[in-house]
């Protein structure tokens, strides 16, 4: 919970987010995600492309003093933040994971990243994050986006969640969305109850869409 918190306070939005957060129930800021998984040309996935789009408390506090004449702000006055938050997020595993059965893959350093705002102010944080090695697919690969603390909570876009770039002839990709909280289990998800569980509980899993891509 301490490391997520450093995430956002990097960012300079925590104090506002937690003040404003009813009873500390979680999450403290939403992500509606759109991602799309690279291949390399000898068809093993090199990496991914991750476009996460912000709720709107935390994109006006990104965006709080910036932009011109009532206009949102520009690529280039976003850039320190984008930096900032990309890394932040070598801390968190970048809320990624990518395996094969047991197996976990890790990542190299994220490039080609960017903050933009559109004319809402809704900011959307743009990076490639490659991973060290590249992976066959010959078995099923499952990628997932999620904060295992569940501060933040990611949920795939509607249209085109994830898509392939340069995949080969076949491959296919399945994503799975969790089942949402009933009322009476979205009540119980209070500080009180997070700060109840044992370090390093992966408790976000539940709630994680799950992308599963399988290549002949």
Known sequence: MKEIRKF?????????L?????????????????????????????????????????S???????G?????????????????????LKEFQYFTVAKIGPKYYEFGPPRDY??????????????????????SVKKPFVFMVYDPTYFVDFELAKDDPVTLQNAPAGCSVNNMRPDPLNQAD???????FFSGL???????????????????
């Open 68 to 88: 011109k004449d009532g206009k949102p702000p520009t690529k280039e006055e976003l850039a320190p933040l984008a930096k900032t938050n990309v890394d932040s």
């Open 18 to 58: 937690l003040l404003s957060a009813p009873a500390w129930a979680h999450p403290h800021v939403w992500v509606t995600a759109k991602e799309k998984i690279l291949f390399g040309p000898d068809g093993k996935i090199i990496g991914f492309r991750h476009e996460w789009t912000f709720d709107e408390m935390y």
């Open 114 to 135: 960017e903050l933009t705002a559109d004319d809402k102010k809704i900011v959307t944080l743009l990076f490639t994050l490659p991973l060290k090695e590249p992976v």
């Open 198 to 216: 044992s370090p390093g509980t992966d408790f976000g899993v539940k709630l994680a869409p799950r992308t599963i891509v399988a290549c002949p």
């Open 60 to 66: 006006a506090f990104a965006t709080q003093g910036l």
């Open 8 to 16: 956002l306070t990097a960012a300079a939005l925590l104090p506002a």
């Open 186 to 192: 979205t009540k119980k998800l209070n500080e009180s």
